[in-house]
T-cell receptor, first 113, second 113 residues
Framework: DTAVSQTPKYLVTQMGNDKSIKCEQN?????MYWYKQDSKKFLKIMFS???????INETVPNRFSPKSPDKAHLNLHINSLELGDSAVYFC????????????FGNGTRLTVT | GNSVTQMEGPVTLSEEAFLTINCTYT??????LFWYVQYPGEGLQLLLK?????DKGSNKGFEATYRKETTSFHLEKGSVQVSDSAVYFC????????????FGQGTTLQVKP
């Protein structure tokens, strides 16, 4: 059983479109995250939810809107896609306490043309 | 706030060579320290962790010791294999108790037969 699964794995779209990425975890964790990995492999946190409540919102354009319908799901919707949004987006989950390790999904490679 | 710095890559080694990837940190208190590995096309996986000073984390032949005196957590392996080719990330929690991890910039390791 996949612990953290995200779909789709690949997403190719044109500038200006709106797209969503879905994430689900079956680990029973309370906290979920979205990270963005750029072409140089640098990882930057975008959002974190704890029990469906937003607890981290880094400096991310408001074109990005996370939604957590329940604590096992955290989706990411992106409006008006731009070339600079091309990256790999990773969903992760953890128990949420400081020092808890993160469990990552396999990523969604978004390419905006 | 907490931060982490890794040696720059890429690192290219022959099979059975000794590996060291340097990681130094600055932190408030003594948070847990982590090494994650990212194989091509996959998400990050926890490789090992250490929860307090002088702890040694180990897994799959990799080791790292939490050194308070030098604020370091260097990753080592005595004999690398081609299958170890991946990107390695050092990480630690932020000081804000949100469960968020800060990652180093990643070090790409390529092992040649």
């Amino acid at each position: 059983d996949t612990a953290v699964s995200q779909t789709p794995k690949y997403l190719v779209t044109q500038m200006g479109n709106d797209k969503s990425i879905k994430c689900e975890q079956n680990l029973g964790h309370d906290t979920m995250y979205w990270y963005k990995q750029d072409s140089k492999k640098f990882l930057k946190i975008m959002f974190s939810y704890n029990n469906k409540e937003l607890i981290i919102n880094e400096t991310v354009p408001n074109r990005f809107s996370p939604k957590s319908p329940d604590k096992a799901h955290l989706n990411l919707h992106i409006n008006s896609l731009e070339l600079g949004d091309s990256a790999v987006y990773f969903c992760a989950s953890s128990l949420g306490a400081t020092n808890s390790p993160l469990h990552f999904g396999n990523g969604t490679r978004l390419t905006v043309t | 706030g907490n931060s982490v710095t890794q040696m720059e890559g890429p690192v290219t080694l022959s099979e059975e060579a000794f590996l060291t990837i340097n990681c130094t940190y600055t932190a408030t208190g003594y948070p847990s320290l982590f090494w994650y590995v990212q194989y091509p096309g996959e998400g990050l996986q926890l490789l090992l962790k250490a929860t307090k000073a002088d702890d040694k984390g180990s897994n799959k032949g990799f080791e790292a010791t939490y050194r308070k005196e030098t604020t370091s957590f260097h990753l080592e392996k005595g004999s690398v294999q081609v299958s170890d080719s991946a990107v390695y990330f050092c990480a630690l929690p932020t000081s804000s108790n949100t469960g968020k991890l800060i990652f180093g910039q990643g070090t790409t390791l390529q092992v040649k037969p």
